[in-house]
Nanobody, 121 residues
Framework: QVQLVESGGGLVQAGGSLRLSCAAS????????MGWFRQAPGKEREFVAG????????KYADSVKARFTISRDNAKNTGYLQMYSLKPEDTAIYYC??????????????WGQGTQVTVSS
């Protein structure tokens, strides 16, 4: 098992940046793929970005491609989501997740509690 805790959310103006962190504890972080998802009010949770165990492979939703960067530091048991050029439509609760599925877009088994990101226009 792995426990995940997100941090770094907050209120930012459109065009601004934020970096989210996901601290993992429990079973070795390096065995898990890691993903970021978000859920806006009244909408379903959606995939944002995923990164493989080693960090060598990444995948992004089209809506965030070229604006967001996912990364991880296995030595620190921490994953990151760097967000640039934020838009009001990026407003959501952001969740990190860990899993061992072949896919980086789904199949995650463990979830954090989420961190709120609000982008004002």
């Amino acid at each position: 098992q792995v426990q995940l805790v997100e941090s770094g959310g907050g209120l930012v103006q459109a065009g601004g940046s934020l970096r989210l962190s996901c601290a993992a504890s429990g079973r070795a972080f390096s065995i898990w793929n890691m993903g970021w998802f978000r859920q806006a009010p009244g909408k379903e949770r959606e995939f944002v970005a995923g990164i493989s165990r080693s960090g060598g492979t990444t995948k992004y939703a089209d809506s965030v491609k070229a604006r967001f960067t996912i990364s991880r530091d296995n030595a620190k048991n921490t994953g990151y989501l760097q967000m640039y050029s934020l838009k009001p439509e990026d407003t959501a609760i952001y969740y990190c997740a860990a899993g061992r599925s072949y896919s980086l877009e789904n199949g995650y088994d463990y979830w954090g509690q989420g961190t709120q990101v609000t982008v004002s226009s």
